[in-house]
């Protein structure tokens, strides 16, 4: 009767690396603040363009084939409404694909030291 209260909270995660400065950024929610919808993701991309500092003057994102996460109409309509705005007058944001097969990213690096802490904190058995 209780069953749903042991069930498991998912937690998502959005990374984002700035290949200029060697940072990485992480969004990270729970499925209770939203989903895995292209619209999410899109609100991250951009919510991550307007926060840069307006000396920043281009910005490459490459991204890789995940259609749902980058590769699709909704993320491309947020960053052509956000050139359109007054928001960032003097950013230039071209978007890239990397090629199948040709999948590894900065990102993944960020992802291998999240993995490996965590299991430094794991309970032992």
Avoid at 14 to 37: K, P
Avoid at 41 to 46: G, I, P, T
Wanted: glycine share 4%; net charge negative.
């Amino acid at each position: 009767m209780l069953s749903w209260l042991l069930r498991q909270l998912s937690v998502h995660n959005f990374t984002m690396f700035d290949l200029q400065n060697r940072e990485g950024y992480c969004y990270v929610w729970h499925e209770g603040e939203g989903g895995l919808d292209s619209d999410e993701f899109a609100s991250l991309v951009v919510s991550h363009l307007r926060s840069l500092p307006s000396t920043v003057e281009s910005v490459i994102l490459w991204s890789d084939g995940c259609s749902y996460q980058n590769r699709n109409a909704q993320l491309a309509s947020a960053i052509m409404t956000l050139m359109q705005s007054n928001d960032k007058p003097n950013l230039e944001v071209h978007q890239k694909y990397l090629t199948k097969g040709h999948m590894q990213m900065e990102v993944d690096s960020v992802h291998a030291a999240i993995e490996t802490a965590s299991a430094l904190h794991e309970p032992s058995s």
